[in-house]
């Protein structure tokens, strides 16, 4: 299983590396999306990658891309990444785990939704009965379902800066009333369409970030990557019950060792333990496999 946890491509012009991507320019209209083996959690870089995590995101997201195209297109173009970097070593990074992608403009913000009362969600909710200002039914326990999904954006802040979760107005204020109610319209059918596919292998998408760019002509496109463990809460269906946080597929496992830790939560984060490196990358590839079966 090879690890990566920088990409270092002599072949394309290096545009921007993110939390666990580096972009290429590949040309004019088109980009190379390198998934590292980097991890983020708490908005900080993890100095130590998850083996073969870059690989599974690339299998998980082609997967999902070409399952809810029909919900909205993707940024995907089908050109294969290793026919446009030159060296067998630039080959070898991008094997298995890179698009080439249409060049689109990114929207400003991370569209999220929440089918079910954990995390921060949860925490919110019991401070103030809402989540993110949706004001929700007194009486709910953690992890259970809610009464509809919920979309609930967030900014998009830069490496190492936080995230900050926004109303929709504040959405509208950024996008425009049309195309936050788009973005907000094709996040919540992206969600129903996944979790009710999920349901079927056994796993529970309990909440989930899409992105979404647009074209020259203002075509909206899901772009970034989708519902993988990176940006997904998945439980297991067997091991469900309302009122605790069922085991998740997912980098919950390494917050969790994260927060037990005594971490600030400020860079630099801690080095983590070869076991619980291990653990994390099996749980993704498990995920992997419940999902798609292979």
């Given at each position: 299983?090879s690890?990566?946890?920088?990409?270092?491509l002599?072949?394309?012009?290096l545009l921007?590396?993110?939390?666990?991507?580096?972009?290429?320019?590949?040309?004019?209209?088109?980009?190379?999306?390198v998934?590292t083996?980097?991890?983020?959690?708490?908005?900080?870089?993890?100095?130590?990658?998850?083996?073969?995590?870059?690989?599974?995101?690339t299998t998980?997201?082609?997967?999902?891309?070409?399952?809810?195209?029909?919900?909205?297109?993707?940024?995907?173009?089908?050109?294969?990444?290793?026919?446009?970097?030159?060296?067998?070593?630039?080959?070898?990074?991008?094997?298995?785990?890179?698009?080439v992608?249409?060049?689109?403009?990114?929207?400003p913000?991370?569209?999220?939704?929440?089918?079910?009362?954990?995390?921060?969600?949860?925490?919110d909710?019991?401070?103030?009965?809402?989540?993110?200002?949706?004001?929700?039914?007194a009486?709910?326990r953690e992890?259970?379902?809610?009464?509809?999904?919920?979309?609930?954006?967030?900014?998009?802040?830069?490496?190492?800066?936080?995230?900050?979760?926004?109303?929709?107005?504040?959405?509208?204020?950024?996008?425009?009333?049309?195309?936050?109610?788009?973005?907000?319209?094709?996040?919540?059918?992206?969600?129903?369409?996944?979790?009710?596919?999920?349901?079927?292998?056994?796993?529970?998408?309990?909440d989930?970030?899409?992105?979404?760019?647009?074209?020259?002509?203002g075509?909206?496109y899901l772009?970034?990557?989708?519902?993988t463990?990176?940006?997904?809460?998945f439980w297991?269906?067997?091991?469900?019950?309302?009122?605790?946080?069922?085991?998740?597929?997912?980098?919950?496992?390494v917050?969790?060792?994260?927060?037990?830790?005594?971490?600030?939560?400020?860079?630099?984060?801690?080095?983590?333990?070869a076991?619980?490196l291990?653990?994390?990358?099996?749980?993704?590839?498990?995920a992997?496999?419940?999902?798609?079966?292979?």
């Amino acid at each position: 299983m090879s690890v990566l946890h920088q990409s270092s491509l002599s072949s394309l012009t290096l545009l921007h590396r993110g939390k666990v991507r580096d972009l290429y320019e590949v040309d004019d209209q088109h980009l190379l999306i390198v998934q590292t083996d980097r991890l983020s959690a708490f908005d900080v870089i993890l100095p130590d990658p998850i083996p073969g995590k870059g690989e599974v995101l690339t299998t998980m997201s082609n997967f999902w891309f070409e399952k809810l195209q029909r919900v909205i297109p993707n940024h995907l173009t089908g050109i294969n990444p290793e026919s446009v970097v030159k060296t067998d070593a630039d080959r070898a990074q991008v094997r298995g785990r890179a698009f080439v992608t249409k060049k689109l403009k990114p929207l400003p913000i991370e569209a999220i939704v929440r089918g079910y009362l954990a995390g921060s969600g949860w925490k919110d909710y019991q401070k103030t009965g809402s989540v993110c200002g949706i004001k929700l039914p007194a009486g709910l326990r953690e992890a259970e379902k809610l009464p509809e999904p919920l979309f609930t954006p967030s900014t998009k802040a830069a490496v190492g800066a936080h995230d900050e979760n926004i109303s929709f107005a504040q959405a509208v204020e950024l996008l425009g009333e049309a195309r936050a109610c788009e973005v907000r319209d094709a996040t919540l059918a992206l969600y129903v369409e996944a979790a009710n596919y999920a349901a079927t292998r056994g796993i529970i998408i309990a909440d989930t970030k899409f992105e979404f760019g647009v074209d020259q002509a203002g075509k909206l496109y899901l772009i970034d990557e989708a519902l993988t463990p990176d940006s997904s809460r998945f439980w297991p269906a067997d091991q469900y019950r309302v009122g605790s946080n069922p085991p998740s597929f997912d980098k919950q496992f390494v917050r969790d060792w994260l927060e037990a830790s005594g971490w600030n939560k400020h860079d630099p984060a801690p080095r983590i333990p070869a076991d619980v490196l291990q653990k994390t990358a099996d749980k993704y590839r498990e995920a992997l496999v419940k999902l798609m079966g292979a």
